[in-house]
């Protein structure tokens, strides 16, 4: 079989029959329909049936085939050099059956039989590359080629598997070549300001599959609570957590989400954001942080981590060197947002450090002294480092291969951001719009759908800079009681952005696959909300 020259063609997916479903179409450009949120859309079916995110280049036919049920398999090709032993395919084997035909075929002898003319009775997974990356761990780098990132391309195949008026499952005959536009396609969530059980968090891992994201931002500890059980410091999660042990995070959890995670292809990025944001973590912690002062005497209040102390900086790499083992990726994110300096200028010893240091009055430079010297402790762990983007703005120094995270402002202010931090040669991702935290009411996708992070103004080279974004959900007014219908379909529409091509921007046909993409995660188990009036045909059935 010879591949596509605009596919990498490292990983061949095909099925034997009539039919070989092989990478090979051009996709077509769009004209953006804008549709006023407040009327009743119309719903027109995409041609692209219920594709999400829609792949780059895709062409599907009207001659249709059938899949039995009863006798159709998904298998390695013989001359895949990944085989039985790959638990990541086997794993992946098996959830995608379930998903396309409901339930795992009941183990005993199923007769073979030769597939009828209309007929795909394999799926045959065809892995070309030496390395088939079973046993790694995904990393910003990884080909994500639908001819190379497995389970993606599964999610693709079983989208395309619809249910005929008798209830037997068919496929199109249908051309696809699919790659990611951005890199980093990620999910926050946060788990400090409300603890979120495994059982949620896996789910959610569930329906970022679902959706091709590929980086869970683990944002596991806060002001409000330590739930991340440290095993260097145990008395972090004993103190800081909102229950020492039904609040917490153990090693076995963390090491369990980070499997999951492993096996469908998304990435797990721990956040232990300081100085600020770090109130839990003086509860386990003496002297870690800052006491503030009102006026000559301590008032017991506490501010940011204490930045003059030596022994703050022997905690941080005891801390950081134990994470950076615990979490195989190459990146940790260090967070460094929204420091308040009240409590360090009320404090009499930190004046007079500040005056030695020849600081006057400018605190952001303390913040900048503590951010570096993390920065080099956690440098010597071999990790790279993601912030966020105040340490950029505060003129810290940076390493070059530093991603810097952009949150802050109005459109106009993160699109300045993202052409100065491009401009100076830094890595950058986008949040901005797609805080999905904030609700209002109506169709908000449409607006989250419309967000580019390559929109502002600059160069093709620092376009380039831009790696992807992130969605986020803090976790203010969010708990496993409404956080999966509040991200999802929401987080779709920023998936779709991040993956499909620039001029993918057809708000209509969006709605109409995004309408059905949604209907398939709620037939999942994934109780997205609704995008409007609507049924479907699987109805969610509650837990």
């Not at 638990?87 to 795992?104: C, I, P």
């Not at 051309?175 to 536009?181: H, L």
């Not at 004993?238 to 096996?263: C, N, S, W």
């Not at 952005?497 to 969006?510: H, M, N, P, Q, Y």
């Amino acid at each position: 079989l010879t591949p596509s020259v605009a596919a990498r063609a490292d990983l061949i997916i095909f099925a034997f029959c009539s039919l070989l479903l092989l990478a090979v179409a051009v996709c077509q450009g769009y004209q953006s329909n804008d549709i006023d949120e407040e009327d009743e859309l119309v719903y027109e079916p995409s041609k692209y049936g219920s594709l999400w995110p829609l792949p780059q280049k895709v062409r599907v036919s009207e001659v249709s085939f059938k899949l039995p049920s009863a006798s159709f398999k998904i298998v390695d090709a013989k001359e895949s050099s990944a085989g039985p032993s790959c638990s990541l395919l086997q794993n992946a084997y098996r959830r995608y059956y379930e998903y396309m035909f409901g339930s795992v075929r009941k183990p005993g002898y199923v007769k073979s039989r030769a597939a009828g003319p209309s007929e795909i009775s394999e799926l045959q997974v065809w892995i070309t590359s030496a390395d088939s990356e079973c046993d790694s761990y995904p990393s910003l780098t990884s080909d994500e080629s639908c001819e190379f990132a497995l389970p993606h391309c599964l999610e693709t195949f079983s989208q395309l598997v619809y249910e005929d008026a008798y209830g037997a499952k068919n496929i199109n005959s249908t051309t696809i070549s699919d790659f990611p536009r951005f890199a980093h396609r990620g999910i926050l969530l946060d788990t400090s300001r409300h603890f979120l059980p495994i059982k949620v968090i896996l789910a959610n891992l569930e329906a970022m599959a679902m959706n091709k994201f590929n980086v869970f931002h683990w944002h596991i500890v806060d002001d409000p609570s330590f739930p991340y059980l440290s095993r260097t410091f145990p008395q972090l999660s004993q103190q800081g957590a909102y229950h020492p042990y039904t609040h917490v995070y153990t090693p076995a959890d963390v090491k369990m989400i980070i499997e999951f995670a492993r096996l469908r292809g998304i990435r797990v990025i721990p956040e232990f954001d300081t100085p600020g944001h770090t109130q839990s973590w003086g509860k386990g912690q003496k002297d870690l942080l800052t006491p503030c002062y009102s006026g000559t005497t301590p008032s017991g209040t506490f501010g940011p981590v204490n930045p003059i102390l030596n022994t703050t900086y022997s905690f941080m790499r005891q801390l950081f060197s134990e994470i950076s083992s615990v979490f195989p990726d190459a990146y940790v994110h260090l967070g460094g947002d929204e420091v308040d300096f009240s409590c360090w200028r009320s404090n009499p010893d930190i004046q007079n450090f500040m005056e030695q240091q020849g600081f006057g009055q400018d605190y952001s430079k303390l913040e900048s002294f503590y951010i570096q010297k993390l920065l080099d402790i956690v440098t010597t762990t071999q990790k790279g480092y993601m912030i966020w983007q105040e340490v950029f703005d505060n003129g810290v120094k940076l390493k070059p291969d530093t991603l810097i995270h952009v949150w802050k402002g109005n459109q106009q202010q993160y699109k300045d951001e993202m052409a100065n931090i491009t401009s100076a040669g830094y890595h950058t991702l986008l949040s901005t719009p797609w805080y999905l935290n904030r609700i209002s009411y109506g169709q908000d996708w449409q607006g989250v759908y419309r967000a580019d992070p390559q929109d502002f103004k600059g160069t093709e080279a620092q376009k380039k800079l831009v790696i992807g974004g992130e969605a986020c959900l803090w976790g203010e007014y969010v708990d496993a009681t409404n956080l999966t219908p509040r991200l999802w379909p929401r987080a779709s529409a920023v998936a779709e952005r991040l993956w499909s091509a620039k001029e993918v921007t057809d708000i209509s046909d969006a709605y109409s696959r995004l309408s059905m993409h949604r209907c398939r995660l709620v037939e999942r188990g994934i109780p997205a909300e609704p995008l409007f009036t609507s049924f479907c045909p699987h109805e969610y059935k509650g837990v």
